[in-house]
């Protein structure tokens, strides 16, 4: 078959439309998992809910609820013990270890069929349902909002945090709150895309923008549009090469715009100075000839 046909099939509108809420999502809080040196809490975040579907299936058949809800439970936990951002990663790497043995234990207990816990490590995009793309969508929207609702005092906490808590913000609320976004956020979109997608997603694209872009409000926007080009055309891509998975081409154009910003970064920053210095010139002679 070829891309067209496929198109017209609803997997892959399924896959498609979930590609662009993940890119989203992810897009929109890379830039502070990248300002709060936190990709290490997307990576325990992602492996552990692996940990809360094996509760949800032994305790209600349900491993989708389980991840959800433990990865609240892990996003307070880890914000409580890691509050200063050097804390953060032991306490992490701490619960991580602990995590992944409780999941692998867990899993050993259920009797019945365990690929819906396992496919949250995997995932799989184009086996999405109708339902997964509802909440992805509400989920897509409730990140908008909360992100939106802190996005000043966060950037704030995350460029400065002492004179932030100095000023009055509240730096372990507002940092819980975003682990629980963040949590939450990477949890659901493991579940279709798996663990090596959203680490691609949440991390990449944010360090790609951050290189090229000037100022917060465009290294978001550029940081969502290299997130969405990375998933659609690596699902394309997929649709093209069936034998090869869709993660394979999302990693790599999700890099390839990161080795691109690496490389066109220098010389960009470069003609920003360039451009000022003559600007602030042109002002100076002016005021001198006024």
């Known amino acids: 078959m070829d891309l067209g046909s496929y198109l017209t099939l609803p997997f892959a509108d ?3 439309a979930a590609g662009l809420l993940i890119a989203l999502i992810c897009g929109t809080i890379g830039p502070f998992v990248i300002a709060r040196q936190m990709a290490f809490a997307v990576h325990g975040a992602a492996e552990l809910s692996f ?3 094996s509760a949800g299936l032994i305790i209600a058949g349900d491993p989708v609820a389980g991840a959800l809800i433990g990865s609240v439970v892990v996003a307070g936990i880890i914000g409580l013990l890691g509050e200063r951002s050097r804390e953060r990663d032991s306490a992490i790497g701490v619960i991580l270890a602990a995590g992944l043995g409780l999941g692998v234990f867990l899993l050993s207990r259920y009797q019945g069929f365990a690929s819906a816990a396992t496919n949250i490590l995997f995932g799989n995009i184009f086996g999405v349902s109708t ?3 509802l909440i992805l969508g509400g989920l897509a929207l409730g990140v908008m909002v909360v992100m939106i609702t802190i996005y000043r005092p966060l950037l704030f906490a995350s460029v400065d945090p002492e004179l932030a808590e ?3 913000v509240r730096l372990k609320l507002l940092g819980v709150v975003f682990l629980v976004v963040l949590a939450l ?3 659901e979109a493991a579940q279709i895309v798996g663990t090596l997608l959203v680490l691609s997603l949440a991390i990449t694209p944010a360090a790609a923008a951050q290189r090229v872009a000037r100022g917060p409000a465009v290294t978001t926007l550029l940081s969502i549009a290299i997130a969405v080009i990375a998933t659609e055309g690596g699902l394309l891509l997929a649709l093209v090469f069936s034998t090869v998975p869709p993660t394979v081409f999302i990693s790599a154009i999700s890099f390839s715009s990161y080795f691109i910003a ?3 970064g220098p010389s960009i920053t470069r003609r920003r100075r360039e ?4 600007l602030v010139a042109a002002s100076a002679d ?3 000839h006024a």
């Open 51 to 53: 940990t809360g579907a």
């Open 185 to 187: 956020s990477v949890t």
């Open 286 to 288: 002016h005021h001198d």
């Open 14 to 16: 399924h896959a498609l």
């Open 275 to 278: 451009r000022l210095g003559h």
């Open 131 to 133: 339902m997964q793309i």
């Open 166 to 168: 100095a000023r009055g």
């Open 262 to 264: 690496r490389l066109c």
